[in-house]
Nanobody
Framework: QVQVVESGGGLVQAGGSLRLSCTVTGLTFDRYAVAWFRQAPGKEREGVSCIHGSGGTFYFEDSVKGRFTISRDNGKNMLYLQIDSLKPEDTAIYYC????????????????WGQGTQVTVSS
């Protein structure tokens, strides 16, 4: 049984940093692309970043480039998202998701999802 569990969210002031973590169990982790999505209140879920099993990375929004860093530790079945210079518009529930092999920016392409972790940025 595949389990995806996010952690690390919280309330932070604008300009601050957070590190989100995600553990994925029940599958061969290095054969899966894993990604972060986010959903702000009243908005659709959107792709933030994705990383291949081999480590290649993608950032789907220009607004996060240079501030967000995705990484993974295949030995620990862990996915991370370092978020720096947080802005109020980063406020959202952040989800971790996994799919076989290749990255995608579409949530419909991901089979496994966590419950999400809330990130709230105050101005």
């Amino acid at each position: 049984q595949v389990q995806v569990v996010e952690s690390g969210g919280g309330l932070v002031q604008a300009g601050g940093s957070l590190r989100l973590s995600c553990t994925v169990t029940g599958l061969t982790f290095d054969r899966y692309a894993v990604a972060w999505f986010r959903q702000a209140p009243g908005k659709e879920r959107e792709g933030v970043s994705c990383i291949h099993g081999s480590g290649g990375t993608f950032y789907f929004e220009d607004s996060v480039k240079g501030r967000f860093t995705i990484s993974r530790d295949n030995g620990k079945n862990m996915l991370y998202l370092q978020i720096d210079s947080l802005k109020p518009e980063d406020t959202a529930i952040y989800y971790c998701a996994a799919r076989t092999w290749y990255c995608s920016g579409s949530s419909a392409d991901f089979a496994y999802w966590g419950q999400g972790t809330q990130v709230t940025v105050s101005s």
